[in-house]
């Protein structure tokens, strides 16, 4: 894989990971009085946004709007909204409940159970507010497309149980305040990155490497935390990959030319969340993926894969079920989970 590459980048800050097709409505509301956001629009016109940013006040009445109304709401941005307290029936649980300010309530996006509760399907990023103090319990609980999180302020908010899941959620604070995050217990198993999100989509195919084409962009690769490439990736590219892309949060290399993931690829990848690996994939090589303890809950292996190296998967502690698609795998190195591990590998049927 010598010759190389160049037709398309497509590199932004990231909104959201939302398709090139999806029709892009954007709102922006002052709230004057809280528990009013329905009366600004009509429902219809509430259903067709996607990316919303609030300013004003609000209460826990208008979160319960936002998760029952706001159909395709994908991006929400509340870094300049103050939350009122509220205390009644008719906030985001259905009982008398007392809300605080400054504290994103209780199943503020998701289901009004404790039991298993289903998230907001549509919302893909969302921008704190800074005057927050807390995240109440089941507040983002199970949003199944929830990536993003941003953090305005340096201190962080208290976490309520099962508000958030770090398997499938980064949070982004700004410059300089990580430890201030990583230091608290509530927050220590979360991808912490303290930069604004950048997401790359390539198309590698012509002689332009990886790294040529990110510095025509004046992107240094440590910035790039979503990752998609697609077409021909040489050993150069995961060479990069491997050495520079300290910040990883999520890789997809379904589309590429990939059969081999060489060894320590991804090692000490400790923000990696969610890799999607090649289509066409027949090894996964030593240690490929050592210490990405964030990495899961599920990885899925290709139907094309046939061996998989020594402690390929070690480390990755968030990692419950590595799901191979096919029945192709024919040699597997000792302890690819760990000297000592259970076996996570199983087979689809």
């Known amino acids: 894989m010598n010759t190389r590459r160049l037709i398309y980048l497509a590199l932004a800050l990231l909104l959201g990971p939302c398709s090139l097709w999806a029709q892009k409505i954007e709102k922006a509301i002052f709230v004057k009085k809280a528990g009013s956001l329905i009366s600004e629009l009509t ?3 509430a259903n067709k946004i ?3 940013t609030l300013t004003g ?3 826990a009445i208008d979160f319960k709007h936002l998760r029952d109304e706001f159909k395709n709401l994908r991006v929400l941005d509340l870094s300049a909204v103050d939350i009122k307290n509220y205390i009644g029936k008719k906030g985001t649980v259905d009982a008398f409940q007392v809300y605080n300010s400054n504290s994103i309530p209780a199943h503020a996006f998701s289901e009004k159970t404790d039991y298993d509760p289903k998230g907001k399907p549509s919302l893909e990023k969302v921008i704190l507010p800074h005057s927050l103090n807390a995240i109440d319990k089941y507040a983002f609980a199970n949003c199944p497309k929830l990536e993003v999180l941003v953090s305005t ?4 908010p208290t976490l309520g149980d099962t508000a958030l899941s770090p398997q499938r959620t980064a949070v982004f604070v700004p410059a300089g305040c990580k430890e201030n995050f990583t230091s608290k217990k509530q927050w220590t198993d979360f991808a912490i990155i303290d930069s604004e999100p950048i997401r790359v989509n390539l198309h590698l195919q012509s002689d332009k490497s990886l790294a040529e084409l990110l510095s ?3 992107i240094q690769p440590k910035d790039v935390n979503y990752l998609t490439l697609t077409g021909i990736v040489d050993l150069d590219d995961l060479r990069l990959i491997r050495d520079f892309m300290s910040n990883l949060v999520y890789v997809d290399l379904t589309e ?3 059969t081999e993931i060489p060894e320590y690829t991804f090692a000490q990848k400790v923000n990696l969340i969610t890799t999607y690996l090649p289509r066409n994939l027949k090894t996964i090589g030593l240690r490929a993926f050592d210490n990405c303890n964030k990495l899961g809950p599920i990885l899925t292996l290709p139907a094309s894969l046939t061996s998989i190296d020594y402690g390929a998967f070690i480390n990755c502690h ?7 698609l096919g029945n192709n795998i024919t040699a597997i190195g000792e302890n690819i989970f760990g000297e000592g591990v259970k076996n996570k590998l199983v087979y689809a049927k």
């Open 57 to 59: 006040k609000i209460n």
């Open 256 to 258: 590429t030319d990939i």
């Open 216 to 218: 025509r962009e004046g």
């Open 318 to 324: 968030a990692l419950d079920v590595v799901r191979a």
């Open 153 to 156: 302020r340096g201190t962080a």
């Open 43 to 45: 429902l219809d016109e």
């Open 50 to 52: 996607t990316h919303l």
